[in-house]
């Protein structure tokens, strides 16, 4: 039996990855004869509306009084999904129903598919917003770049649950914390290296944000007309880019594309510090990292791997087929070798981070997430690998490794902690 086989069968049997299961035990919820009142009166009316009535005086109470503490609600317009693309809120939910299992799986986290028919940005946002007192966090999955980078950035700043963003903060976090172990092995030093990264979309802005925070200062960042750098673009186009940006809450007719040239922009005022211009086959000579989240299979060659620095670090991270296959780039000098998939060594996958990290949001009650927090969860990842077993084809802890969830909510315990110091 083929994958494709075994993945419909196997769906069709089970009619949905996820169901809703009661707390309270169905033996007595109604009143017995023997054993007098049920719970029933509790849990539903007449009981209830006492707890109604604490929550409505203090909404903190949802945490202690209903499952809020424990929901989170993954939110796909199914518009850019895996692979596979633009295929819809209904194509997107057997996808997020599997993530889902990861979540109760890795986590014990309830997290709720919400594939919803609405591609508008500010439909989107209006609807995230209005299914907060439900949810105690919210993942934000699979929706196009750059419509998904200014969703998440408004969301962060106004509501008070934490924002999520998978392509984002979930690559960025397991890269980094896979980088961090990949340049103890070839002992480089993040200040003194320089990093490519193929691809400007949510990941490849994500893995660009924290390399930044945490110390990378040589970075380049390509789209598909090249590197990235100040005024590499017409400034007559910057300049319209800066003045419908610095307007766009009183203009009406602010256009939200114009949010590509905001974050690339972004990019372009911190990095590429030389304003190195041209294509991946120039700006990766004599670099020491490449990144790959473009999208593209086979968009690296041997050649390209050559050019690189001494043990160069490669990280193609594109699925199903990544920038370079790893016995081609191994074969060209590449010292690591690591790609999206499971089936070759150095998985770096998303799943690893995302079950304890929304553990640790919840059990924490924190608000708003920022790349010092990303960052402390990394180095956590980063150090389960011990330097005993620290290889070439081993730089990245199992998806499920017990030690990940306790370590992740440490790390985040003594950020905290360091932040707000009694």
């Known amino acids: 039996m083929t994958l494709k086989e075994d993945a419909i069968n196997l769906h069709r049997l089970l009619r949905g990855k996820i169901e809703i299961s009661s707390r309270i035990s169905s033996d007595n ?36 009084y209903t499952s809020k503490w424990n929901n989170i609600a993954i939110v796909c317009d199914g518009m850019r999904v895996l692979g596979l693309g633009d295929i819809g809120p209904e194509g ?12 109760k799986t890795l986590g014990n986290v309830n997290a709720f598919p919400l594939c919803i028919s609405i591609k508008d940005k500010e439909e989107i946002i209006k ?19 750059p419509k998904v980078l200014e969703i998440v950035e408004r969301l962060q700043k106004e509501m008070s649950i934490p924002i999520f963003h998978d392509d984002r903060h979930g690559t960025a976090v397991i890269t980094l914390a896979a980088l961090i172990n990949a340049l103890r092995i070839v002992q480089k030093n993040s200040k003194n290296v320089k990093v490519v990264i193929a691809g400007a979309g949510s990941a490849g802005y994500g893995i660009f944000k924290i390399l930044s925070r945490a110390g990378f200062e040589e970075i380049i960042v390509i789209d598909k007309k090249g590197a990235i750098y100040d005024w590499r673009d017409n400034k007559d186009n910057n300049e319209k880019v800066r ?18 040239n905001s974050f690339k922009r972004e990019i372009a005022l911190n990095s590429n510090p030389n304003k190195i211009a041209g294509n991946l086959e120039t700006a990766i000579k004599e670099s020491d990292i490449f990144i790959g989240t473009s999208g593209i299979g086979n968009l690296m060659n041997s050649q ?20 370079i296959l ?5 074969s060209a000098g590449a010292r690591i070798m690591a790609t999206g998939r499971s089936d070759f060594p150095n998985q770096i996958n998303n799943a690893v981070v995302f079950p304890p990290i929304f553990r640790a949001l919840l059990d924490l009650r924190i608000r708003n997430l920022d790349e010092d927090i990303l960052i402390s969860v990394s180095k956590s990842i980063a150090d389960l690998v011990d330097i005993k077993h620290l290889n070439e084809e081993f730089i990245i802890p199992k ?23 009694r």
């Open 29 to 64: 919820i109604f009143e017995n004869s023997k054993e007098g009142r049920g719970t029933l009166s509790s849990i539903y009316t007449p009981g209830v509306a006492y707890v109604s009535n604490e929550i409505q005086k203090n909404k903190e109470l949802a945490y202690d």
């Open 304 to 323: 390209m791997v050559e050019s690189m620095k001494r043990d160069p670090i490669i990280f193609a991270l594109s699925n199903p087929t990544p920038e």
């Open 127 to 145: 609807f995230v917003k209005a299914i907060e007192p439900s949810f105690g966090a919210i993942n934000i999955e699979d929706i196009e770049s």
């Open 243 to 260: 003045n419908l940006e610095s307007n766009k809450q009183n203009d009406p007719k602010y256009d939200s594309n114009i949010i590509l």
């Open 92 to 103: 997107a939910l057997p996808v997020m129903e599997g993530k889902a299992v990861l979540f």
């Open 326 to 330: 790893p016995d081609k780039a191994k």
């Open 399 to 421: 998806i499920n490794d017990p030690r990940i969830l306790p370590v992740v909510t440490n790390s985040l315990k003594e950020y905290i902690l360091n932040q707000n110091p």
